[in-house]
């Protein structure tokens, strides 16, 4: 979707906001696709002294598989909007992944709302911020307790442990 910026472009102090709903399914995060509700994206655009900067925020609900106990959860989240958007860039290097390249005189939502989105997603999907995960011997949920298992013993430690034996 494109945002048309031309009548506050040129007028300094002057505002538009808007809101958008993008279709981000088929995207994938560490083998799954948790985005099965549509991303919605609310803000504004503001003309300050003649830059014009983008502030707002990403809705939306993920479905995800935990990373460290495999339970499937989900997770409300809301992501920040922080962009400027510039006519022109005078150097490649000094375009960075808050700042965006407008196209005539539209900014497109889509690339900002989905950059914003990616640049923002956790790296490790996790069901709360203290799960145990799984034994790696067993398979036990060591949420829901400990397990059985011994813990194998420090190889380093091996010639003191024979020592301990006799």
């Known amino acids: 979707m494109r945002l048309s910026l031309a009548k506050i472009i040129d007028c300094p102090g002057a505002s538009a906001s808007f ?18 509700s549509p991303v919605s994206a609310k803000g504004i655009v503001r003309n300050t ?12 609900t993920l479905d995800c598989i935990c990373d ?3 339970k499937p959860f989900t997770e409300d989240i809301s ?5 400027v958007l510039v006519t022109e860039v005078q150097q490649e290097d000094f375009l960075d992944e808050n700042c965006f ?6 900014a497109d939502l889509d690339e900002i709302v989905t ?3 990616v640049l923002n997603m956790d790296s490790k999907m996790l069901c709360r ?8 011997t067993c398979g036990k949920d060591l949420n829901d ?4 298992c011994r813990p194998e013993p420090d190889p380093r430690l091996a010639a003191l442990q024979k020592f301990f034996e006799k």
């Open 49 to 60: 002294a003649g830059v014009l900067t983008m502030t707002g925020h990403v809705d939306t």
């Open 115 to 117: 950059t914003t989105f």
């Open 68 to 70: 460290r106990c495999a």
């Open 19 to 36: 809101e958008t709903t993008l279709d981000l399914r088929d995207m994938e995060f560490g083998a799954i696709r948790p985005v099965q």
């Open 79 to 83: 992501y920040p909007i922080d962009a």
């Open 129 to 136: 911020p203290d799960c145990k995960g799984l034994c790696p």
């Open 145 to 148: 307790g400990a397990c059985d």
């Open 101 to 106: 390249l407008l196209q005539g005189n539209d």
